[in-house]
C-alpha cells in the first residue's frame, strides 16, 4: 500500500488520541491519612501515585513512591506524621482533562518530569479527579496505534 497515503493516516490517528480512551482508574487518599497507611494503600492498590483529597474530594496533592520512601529514611514517626506534610501540593499540581489529546498530556509528563497527571474536572469549588494518566497509559496508546497501522 501506499507509504503516504497510511503516513497520513498515522499522524491523524495520533492527533485524536484522546486522554479519556486510555486513562486509569484514580486512586486518592485523604489528606489526614498517615504516611504508613498511604504506603500500605499505594501496595494494596498497585499504583505509583497516589492523588490527595480534602474532605469535599476535591485535589489537594499528590504522593509518589519516592515522596514516601524520602519520608521513610528518616527518622520521623511514619504512623503520626499527616500525608499533606510531605505531598506536592497545590497550586503545584500539573493535571489534564479527559479531553486533552494525549500528546498534549504526554507532553506535560514530559515537561514536568512526572510518573503520572491527575484527570480534572474543573468546578468553582475546585478540582474534581476523575482519572489517572501515567506513562503506562501513553506507552499503550503507542502500541494501539501501532495495532490500528499494522505496523
Ligand atoms: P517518583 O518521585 O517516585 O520518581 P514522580 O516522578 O511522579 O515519581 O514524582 C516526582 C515528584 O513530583 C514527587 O515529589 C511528586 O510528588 C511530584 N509529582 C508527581 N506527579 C505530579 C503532578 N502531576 N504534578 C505535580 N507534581 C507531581
Redesign the pocket.
Known amino acids: 500500500y501506499s507509504g503516504k497515503k497510511s503516513m497520513t493516516s498515522l499522524t491523524e490517528s495520533m492527533l485524536n488520541l484522546k486522554v479519556k480512551d486510555f486513562q486509569s482508574l484514580p486512586v486518592v487518599v485523604s489528606e489526614n491519612m498517615t504516611v504508613y497507611d498511604a504506603i500500605v494503600h499505594m501496595f494494596l492498590e498497585d499504583v ?2 497516589l492523588f490527595v483529597v480534602d474532605d469535599n474530594s476535591f485535589l489537594q ?10 519520608t521513610s529514611i528518616g527518622t520521623q514517626a511514619l504512623t503520626t506524621i499527616p500525608v499533606h506534610i510531605i ?2 501540593r497545590m497550586p ?4 489534564c482533562h479527559k479531553t486533552d489529546s494525549l500528546i498534549m498530556a504526554a507532553k ?2 514530559i515537561d ?7 484527570v480534572v474536572n474543573e468546578t468553582e469549588k475546585g478540582l474534581e479527579i476523575i482519572g489517572r494518566l501515567t506513562k503506562t497509559n501513553i506507552t499503550k496508546a503507542f502500541i494501539s496505534l501501532a495495532e490500528t497501522h499494522d505496523l
Not at 64 to 70: G, I, N, V
Not at 112 to 118: E, G, N, Y
Open positions: 505509583g501515585t496533592g499528590v504522593l509518589s513512591r519516592k515522596d514516601l520512601l524520602r505531598m506536592t503545584n499540581i500539573v493535571y506535560k509528563l514536568r518530569q512526572v510518573d503520572s497527571l491527575p
